[in-house]
């Protein structure tokens, strides 16, 4: 007799229960696969060993950057690799080439820089700096490219063979800074801008108040052009053994060289000296296999990242006798009131930073590596308090500077124990701005109007619907005045000079590391490791740690930046580069990417030291 079929719901429930234990056989799944990738993970970095004889394979991706900009340790477990890989640390580029230079298993530097999307001339010359302590060991530099732009090109240069692909070319263009003006925008909008600043080249403000660069700005912007194109095209030049001129030759003159070189970028580059062969990918592989160390018929190499796994690995083992420290700490970013991630400068998270170093018995001496344009000015002070306070318990405070060290950036440097900068360095921009903007105008225009009563003429002052009285101007204006007056008369203190002095290279005036010196804003010219050294010079050490201190995580941040790290490891040796398409993150980054200046305008007086000629 033949056995009845179940009913309907009894079918339903039954494929319900199938669904569920399927889900849950997923989930173990899953559950299994990602603690293995986690556990293979934590092997992952140590499994590629350093060559007996080999080349460090140098290949900076991203933006050259002085401090990641911090992602949330979930979200970068589906970003992948490109979200890591889009800033790369320049301390980390100068540690590897300063080991690998003393290191007898390295016989070459081969730089790579396709994956190299730029970072600025300052950052280009402290690795600059590092590149020629490396040159000195006698060991060959090879730099290989499909495409060199301007600033890959300034690396390359120290090669002593640059490779360049047949459909490839040398891209140099020059220096230059332009921006965009909102006045008449602005007008027909019907949107009042109300600033008050002081200083003739406080120039942040400028889009704002009219349709073109103001005669003194462009004065100052035309001197710091040229005098970091001198700085680009003169170590170029005697880099590669060209006349001088040749650069400017190259570029002004690309259009008729190009034609006469039929179009032919690759051979224009060779033409010029520029490069030293032209070779597809297979020939430069063929060609590296002939000229560097290997095993069966292919080169070896390690790349940064290993190398510096291994060579942290030594330093750590040999340091851990070291009980004296010498604190390293990042301001980099826009200066921001109150705690912010890494990537930008909060006040209470720098101050709270510098805190902890002062009750931190072992941190004898505290270098400040800042590459900030400035800020937020209640902010920035909130930072300088806190210097102050850890200078107070007999910490020398050295001041490092980056790309830019300019407006709230040298409000929090003017007082430390010394100052170093780099040549190409832009810094100063001693001034203060406010801006307020209304739109009683603007709302008219459809209709909508703003009335009420105040006890006071000033009540309504800060609605953004109704004209600013003279009153409320003056009470701004005279806000503004006295920052400044703060700000030179900390920057005599600071500097040993007189507020009149300070008075006349300030202004808003944006200065190279050059000539700040020449200035006294500056004590010396030094990169990141010569501040270390100073430091320690002036906290009488002779043998030290250098301790790298950043904002502290939570436990769960701890946890899942190891899940994190293992299980990139793991994906990238499986040749997995994220869990989320490509595109969606490029879409997701650039929909999010305006949102970001909103969280940099939050100083509670709307007070600003911020330099707006810095990023060129």
Excluded at 42 to 49: K, N, R
Excluded at 252 to 268: P, T, V
Excluded at 330 to 349: C, F, L, N, Y
Excluded at 525 to 551: F, H, M, P, S, T
Aim: overall charge negative; proline content about 3%.
């Amino acid at each position: 007799m033949a056995e009845k079929k179940p009913g309907i719901i009894r079918r339903f429930f039954r494929l319900i229960g199938n669904i569920a234990t399927a889900i849950r056989y997923l989930f173990s799944l899953l559950f299994v696969g990602f603690f293995l990738l986690l556990i293979v993970g934590m092997f992952a970095e140590d499994i590629q060993p350093i060559p007996d004889k080999g080349a460090l394979y140098l290949a900076p991706s991203g933006v050259l950057v002085d401090q990641k900009t911090y992602t949330d340790p979930l979200d970068q477990i589906f970003l992948g690799s490109s979200q890591r890989d889009s800033e790369t640390l320049v301390r980390d580029i100068t540690e590897a080439l300063d080991s690998a230079r003393n290191d007898s298993r390295i016989t070459h530097l081969l730089l790579d820089t396709d994956y190299m999307a730029g970072g600025g001339i300052s950052k280009l010359e402290e690795i600059s700096s590092a590149l020629l302590r490396f040159k000195k060991s006698g060991k060959p530099i090879i730099a290989v490219g499909d495409n060199f732009n301007q600033q890959q090109y300034f690396l390359a240069s120290h090669a002593d063979e640059i490779l360049l692909n047949p459909l490839g070319a040398v891209s140099i263009t020059g220096f230059g800074t332009y921006r965009s003006y909102f006045k008449e925008a602005l007008d027909k909008l019907k949107i009042n801008i109300n600033v008050f600043r002081v200083g003739d080249y406080k120039s942040a403000v400028e889009p704002f108040l009219g349709s073109s660069m103001s005669s003194q700005v462009k004065q100052e912007s035309r001197e710091l052009i040229d005098s970091l194109w001198q700085f680009y095209s003169s170590q170029v030049e005697q880099l590669r053994g060209l006349p001088d001129g040749a650069i400017d030759d190259f570029a002004n003159n690309l259009h008729f060289k190009l034609q006469a070189a039929n179009g032919d970028s690759s051979a224009l580059a060779k033409q010029q000296n520029l490069v030293d062969q032209i070779a597809t990918r297979t020939e430069m592989f063929a060609y590296l296999n002939e000229v560097l160390p290997g095993t069966d018929g292919e080169f070896d190499s390690i790349n940064m990242k290993a190398y510096l796994n291994h060579s942290r690995l030594s330093t750590r083992s040999s340091a851990a006798a070291k009980a004296h420290k010498v604190a390293l700490v990042v301001a980099k970013g826009s200066i921001v009131d109150g705690e912010q991630p890494e990537g930008s400068v909060g006040g209470d998270t720098l101050a709270g930073i510098f805190s902890r170093l002062r009750d931190d018995s072992d941190v004898k001496a505290v270098v400040l590596r800042i590459d900030s344009g400035g800020g937020s000015a209640f902010a920035s002070d909130i930072i300088r308090d806190a210097i102050s306070a850890t200078q107070k318990k007999g910490i020398p405070v050295v001041v490092s500077m980056g790309s830019y060290a300019a407006s709230g950036g040298y409000w929090i440097a003017a007082d430390a124990d010394r100052v170093l900068a780099l040549s190409t360095t832009l810094t100063g921009s001693i001034g203060v701005f406010g801006i307020i903007p209304t739109v009683e105008n603007s709302l008219a225009a459809l209709g909508v109007y703003s009335d009420g009563v105040g006890t006071t003429d000033i009540a309504g002052m800060m609605q953004l619907d109704r004209p600013m009285t003279q009153q409320s101007k003056m009470i701004f204006q005279a806000g503004v005045d006295n920052v400044y007056t703060r700000f030179i008369s900390l920057v005599a203190d600071g500097r040993s000079s007189t507020p009149a002095a300070v008075h006349e290279i300030a202004q808003g005036r944006v200065w190279t590391g050059e000539k700040a010196l020449e200035l006294g804003l500056v004590d010396q010219l030094g990169d990141l490791n010569d501040a270390i050294v100073v430091a320690a010079e002036l906290a009488n050490l002779e043998e030290y740690e250098v301790d790298y201190r950043r904002k502290p995580l939570t436990v769960y941040e701890q946890l899942l930046m190891e899940m994190n790290t293992n299980i990139s490891a793991s994906l990238s040796g499986l040749g997995i580069s994220s869990l989320l398409p490509v595109t969606i993150r490029q879409q997701a980054m650039k929909i999010l990417e305006p949102l970001r200046v909103l969280d940099t305008l939050n100083d509670p007086r709307g007070i600003y030291l911020y330099c707006g000629n810095c990023p060129l």
